[in-house]
């Protein structure tokens, strides 16, 4: 029996794929045996290096944790990483079709390990043309694992309209099976308004591949802060040095934080209880002695209602023993930094901008599976991707 070979791709990095990848991946394990689906992620980006010094993308280990799919082969799943400096190596090479070929020959074999499957999803990378300077774009994969394409869209009109004008056009040119669609991260009042104005008859007369090939709208996922956020455990890995408070296996280093804070000498006439929330970061200079106390207070008293502290400056000034034992006890994430408090703060940004899924999300695993079954059309899905 032929497996059904479902491509993920997206608008672009950070769109969904991975948790398209799980969330349909528990969906299928409601109907069919674990043991009659796959995952594979063809080309990979993120590297990460097992204990025996096999490297494999990042999206792969966390689907090995979370899919309950039973003897992953992480090797065999992960057939062709790309990490910085790859593509400089591959156009200076002296025989650059002999490279390609080889990675496709891995992503055959891959495939072939798989070939007993029911269904397979296939992870893409980044949005459609990533990987064609090695001759390895998602279009051109999905048309190796003879796939079926599901495109992960933006949330939005008029961005998601502009965004597929292109993406589907590189489809439609390179005669991939565009067969289904999913809207992702959208604002939840506004998902009426999309499904009014973004429909299937919309979506076949604009972007359809062949007349023979209807495109499903298979679902509108509503933003959720906590999927999206990163957690504190995430945060402290974004600074090249930094010194941690407390024990970073805590469950409380694993939950994803909301805004970040920045107190200043102005905050000490402002309603703190106004303007901290649940969940909040603090960023803090440790430069003088108002400010210390207020570390002192604020750590000692907002345990579980806190996110964490995040104590910058730390190159030019030190934190006492005293202080850090107090922070200790209180038992809040804190961890310390070299950099300044604007420095730390774009840094901050920019990982709550990229965040990734970690293997020790727990929680927003259980809340990706909640959200496919509460807002994708299962029966729809299996309609359009069908086993033969």
Avoid at 200 to 224: C, T
Avoid at 301 to 328: D, N, Q, R, V
Wanted: glycine residues 6%; contains cysteine.
């Amino acid at each position: 029996m032929k497996p059904v070979v479902i491509y993920i791709s997206g608008a672009h990095q950070h769109s969904g794929k991975t948790v398209t990848s799980i969330g349909l991946l528990s969906l299928l394990s409601k109907i069919y045996p674990t043991e009659e689906l796959g995952y594979i992620k063809p080309v990979g980006q993120q590297v990460v290096t097992l204990a025996d010094g096999t490297t494999i993308d990042k999206d792969a280990q966390i689907i090995e944790k979370f899919s309950d799919i039973p003897a992953l082969d992480l090797k065999m799943i992960s057939p062709v990483q790309l990490p910085g400096g790859f593509t400089q190596k591959y156009l200076s090479s002296g025989n650059q079709n002999r490279i390609t070929n080889t990675l496709k020959v891995n992503i055959e074999n891959a495939m072939d390990f798989l070939k007993g499957k029911k269904y397979i999803i296939a992870e893409g990378t980044g949005h459609p043309g990533v990987g064609s300077i090695v001759g390895l774009s998602n279009a051109t994969i999905s048309n190796m694992l003879d796939s079926d394409i599901l495109y992960i869209a933006d949330g939005g009109i008029g961005r998601s309209i502009d965004r597929m004008e292109v993406d589907l056009s590189y489809f439609r040119y390179n005669r991939c099976r565009l067969r289904g669609i999913i809207f992702n991260k959208v604002i939840e009042d506004k998902i009426p308004v999309m499904k009014k104005n973004i429909t299937e008859e919309l979506v076949n007369k604009r972007f359809r591949s062949r007349p023979d090939l209807p495109v499903s709208i298979l679902g509108y996922l509503p933003k959720i802060k906590s999927i999206l956020n990163p957690s504190m455990n995430v945060l402290r890995k974004k600074f090249t040095g930094h010194k941690t408070i407390g024990d970073t296996t805590d469950e409380l280093w694993k939950k994803p934080v909301n805004n970040i804070k920045i107190l200043s000498l102005v905050s000490e006439v402002m309603d703190l209880e106004t303007f901290i929330d649940p969940g909040d970061i603090l960023l803090i200079a440790i430069m003088s002695r108002n400010r210390r106390s207020r570390i002192l207070k604020y750590a000692a008293e907002m345990k579980g209602y806190l996110g964490g502290l995040i104590l910058t400056s730390a190159s030019m000034y030190t934190l006492s023993k005293e202080i850090e034992e107090i922070i200790l006890d209180a038992g809040i994430p804190v961890f310390v930094v070299n950099e300044d408090t604007a420095a730390a703060e774009k840094i901050l940004l920019d990982a709550y901008t990229n965040t990734k899924l970690q293997i020790y999300d727990e929680n927003k695993i259980k809340e990706i599976k909640h959200l496919f079954e509460e807002h994708i059309d299962f029966e729809k899905f299996i309609d359009t991707f069908k086993s033969e």
